[in-house]
Structure formats: structure tokens, C-alpha cells
């Protein structure tokens, strides 16, 4: 390190928690002291949260984000021979459910400003065999859910929102997760309103689909009869700690969100000059979930090096596209069919942001940035 300033780390999870520490040991205190452990009165709680909270019919808790697309797939009745369109540059579960149903994913290149699944590339990867379009929102944007509604029922086929990051965000409007069949959340620790463990949440209208969602959770049991089981279902149930933890989060959502375009605003306005070497994120962060800062930058591996010496830590967001992961070798993608995720792979780079960070760490890892830009010209 060339610096003898503290680092700034990229989670800080030491400091990002300390003022909740009270809030998570009452809510195992209160717990462990009831008879209700898991799917019971603080989850069933949550949902009506959440529900009031996007507008939605129904609320679905289950274990994760990941754990809510497999639940909404299954529900849709995806399987062997159905196709879904989903982006080539997006986390894995995008794509992986959709294999997990025995369905093809499809993949779509992304939108260079965005990062997002395209429009265009979208509507060209439609077949005759495409069931859903499951695109994906990211970091600080989303893509163009007008539009991916629009596609979905022109073509007759399921729009599924990957919107784990985005609760919070409103689209033209609308909150996110709140455009097509269903939509989801995720409350992994790192997204924005940051839970004390993995868990997710399924919006929609639909009831017969919030029916099928609400048994396939719980192993495909009945609702109301125990152990009458109409479906093979999963475990991807809520438990009543998570549930009661985020009960406490979520009055503060705006809050943490109104914190994190702050620090995505600054650093937007320290880094936009370098351009082309840096490539910020779409301005306008008013109505967004900012989940983390991703910039593209020329010379990435050399910068998060750089930046590693100064004691700033980054993250690859994502250093390979899905079209090129081994899991996805068997679909016969080669480099080159999807160029903009592949740029996009190779020049992601996402710096420090949480709501706690200190008063001039934006400053001082801008000021790196710049530095580094200056120094190798």
C-alpha cells in the first residue's frame, strides 16, 4: 500500500451494521421465545408490507432472489423445449433457473450505457419457442421495462422482472418489479435494504400464479391442508428472523436509498470528466435503487490494481458474460456473439458504495482514479 490512510473497503461490513446490532438480537430474542419459526406471522407480515409498499396483489416470501425466479419459472410451468430470452451480461441466476427448469435460455446482448438487456436484441432473439423474457435490472439502472412489456404482449409470452436490486425504483413511473407476470426482490445483505441473510420476495397480480408460488415454496403442500402435497415444489421458504429483521429495514428503505445516490451523484460528478478513459452510469439517480457504482474503465485489471495499492477495494462485476461461463458451454456460444456484454466484461469495475461510508472517501477514490488516468498518459 502507498498510502498510510485507512482503506477503504469495498462492503465495510464492520461499520455498516453496528447502530442495527440491537435490532438483530431482539428480533432472535423474539423468535426463538415464540413458537413460530418459519413462514408465520412476521413473514405474512413483511408481504403486507411490500405489497402496500409496490402496489402489488400479492406478495410472495421465499428464501432468496434466486430462489424467487426458480419459484416464478416453475409456477409458469417452463420446461424442456420452452425458450427464454434473458441478457448475455447479468448474474448467473438469470439464466440458471431457466436451465434448472430444463427450458434454453436465449441469450440477448446488452445496452452499452445500461448494461441491460436491449430492446432490439431482445425482440430479434424472439422464436416461436420463447415462453418468457427475463431481463434483469443492474447496479444503478434498469433496462427499458416499457418497452419489455410491450415486446411480451405483442409476442403473447410472460415478462418475469429480475428486479432483486431494485426495490425502491420507480420506472416511468411504476415501481419496479411491477411490470409484467411477476417481479422480484431480493434482501441479500449487500442490496440496498440489506438483511441479516439471504431472502427474496415475489410480486404480482396474478392470483392463480401467487397460488402456485405459495405451494411450490413449501414443497408443493396444499395451503390450507398439512402434508397434501399437488405439486414437487422446494424448500425456498422465508424464515421468521429474516422476516422480523426486515420488518425494522424497510421503514427505512428511502433512507438508505436517498444514501446511496448521494454517494453515486458525487462520484458522478468527480469522474465524469474522465471520459473516454472512465465511462460513468447513466445520470438521473432520483428514482433509482442504486445497488453498487459500476464504472467502464480502459485498462481495468492495471486501475483495480492501482486502486488496491492506494487501499481502495473494488469488484469485478462480471468478469466473464454468461454466454462464455462453462456452466453454458453445452449451448455453443463462442466469443464474439455477444460484443457489447463482452466489453462490458472486460471493463466493469465497481467502486466503494454503502450509506455509511466515510465524509471524503468518494473524494479520495475519485482523486485515485483520476491519478492513475494522469500518470499513465
Not at 99 to 128: I, M, S
Not at 296 to 306: I, T
Amino acid at each position: 500500500m502507498t498510502t498510510s490512510l485507512p482503506p477503504v473497503p469495498y462492503f465495510d461490513w464492520d461499520n455498516r451494521y453496528p447502530d442495527w446490532t440491537e435490532q438483530v438480537v431482539a428480533a432472535v430474542r423474539e423468535v426463538a421465545e415464540s413458537d413460530e419459526f418459519i413462514l408465520k406471522s412476521r413473514v405474512a407480515a413483511l408481504e403486507t408490507a411490500v405489497r402496500e409498499r409496490t402496489g402489488a396483489r400479492h406478495a410472495v416470501a421465499v428464501a432468496s432472489g434466486t430462489g424467487a425466479l426458480t419459484v416464478i419459472l416453475a409456477a409458469l410451468g417452463l420446461g424442456e423445449g420452452d425458450e427464454v430470452v434473458t441478457p448475455a451480461f447479468s448474474f448467473i441466476s438469470t439464466a440458471s433457473t431457466v436451465a434448472l427448469r430444463g427450458a434454453r435460455p436465449v441469450f440477448a446482448d446488452v445496452d452499452p450505457d445500461t448494461a441491460c438487456l436491449d430492446l432490439a436484441a431482445a425482440e430479434a432473439a424472439v422464436t416461436r419457442h420463447t415462453r418468457a423474457v427475463l431481463p434483469a435490472y443492474l447496479f444503478t439502472t434498469h433496462p427499458d421495462m416499457t418497452g419489455l412489456a410491450e415486446l411480451a404482449r405483442r409476442h403473447g409470452i410472460a415478462l418475469v422482472e429480475d428486479s432483486a436490486v431494485g426495490l425502491g425504483a420507480t420506472v416511468d413511473g411504476r415501481p419496479a418489479g411491477r411490470f409484467g407476470r411477476a417481479g422480484v426482490y431480493s434482501f441479500f445483505p449487500a442490496k440496498p435494504i440489506g438483511g441479516a441473510g439471504d431472502a427474496g420476495m415475489i410480486v404480482t397480480d396474478d392470483d392463480d400464479l401467487a397460488r402456485d408460488m405459495r405451494m411450490l415454496r413449501n414443497h408443493g403442500q396444499d395451503l390450507g391442508v398439512r402434508f397434501l402435497h399437488h405439486t414437487v415444489g422446494f424448500n425456498c421458504r422465508m424464515d421468521e428472523i429474516t422476516a422480523a429483521f426486515l420488518l425494522q429495514r424497510l421503514p427505512h428503505l428511502d433512507e438508505f436509498l436517498n444514501a446511496r445516490r448521494r454517494i453515486a451523484e458525487e462520484y458522478q460528478e468527480r469522474l465524469a470528466h474522465l471520459a473516454p478513459d472512465v465511462l460513468t452510469p447513466p445520470d438521473g439517480y432520483r428514482d433509482r435503487a442504486v445497488y453498487t457504482y459500476v464504472v467502464r474503465a480502459r485498462r481495468r485489471d492495471e486501475l483495480k490494481e492501482f486502486l488496491a495499492g492506494e487501499g481502495i477495494e473494488t469488484v469485478v462485476y462480471y468478469p466473464k458474460p454468461l454466454h462464455l461461463q462453462p456452466a453454458f458451454a453445452h449451448l455453443g456460444h463462442q466469443e464474439g456473439d455477444f460484443p457489447v456484454a463482452e466489453r462490458i466484461s472486460r471493463e466493469a469495475l465497481a467502486l466503494p458504495l454503502h450509506p455509511d461510508m466515510r465524509p471524503g472517501d468518494v473524494a479520495r477514490v475519485a482523486a485515485a482514479v483520476e491519478r492513475f488516468y494522469r500518470r499513465s498518459r
